[in-house]
């Protein structure tokens, strides 16, 4: 049985911090290429970043870029997106993502998780 577990959300105020962890089993980790998705109230899921089976490489969306950074730890099983400067309009229900054949920055993955709450006040 494949699960995605989402953890680290919360309420922040705006020009902070919060690391988000995305803790995988079910599946052979590193075959797997990973993202993070948003959805906030009233709109549509959007990709925030990607990162390939070896962790080296990633790709972002401009409204992050700069500000967040996907990361993982193979042995661990976990993927991370540690989300720095964090802007009220970063809030949204936050989502992670496995995909076992090329990286995506539309939603076709194969697993998702439950999602994880950000909430960023001003």
């Known amino acids: 049985q494949v699960q995605l577990v989402e953890s680290g959300g919360g309420l922040v105020q705006a020009g902070g911090s919060l690391r988000l962890s995305c803790a995988v089993s079910?599946?052979?980790?590193?075959?797997?290429?990973l993202g993070w998705f948003r959805q906030a109230p009233g709109k549509e899921r959007e990709f925030v970043a990607y990162?390939?089976?070896?962790?080296?490489?990633?790709y972002d969306a401009d409204a992050v870029k700069g500000r967040f950074t996907i990361s993982r730890d193979n042995a661990k099983n976990t993927v991370y997106l540690q989300m720095n400067s964090l802007k009220p309009e970063d809030t949204a229900v936050y989502y992670c993502?496995?995909?076992?054949?090329?990286?995506?920055?539309?939603?076709?993955?194969?697993?998702w998780g439950q999602g994880t709450q950000v909430t960023v006040s001003s």
């Open positions: 079910g599946i052979t980790f590193s075959s797997y290429y």
């Open positions: 993502a496995a995909r076992r054949y090329g990286a995506s920055v539309r939603g076709e993955y194969d697993y």
């Open positions: 990162i390939t089976r070896s962790g080296d490489n990633t």
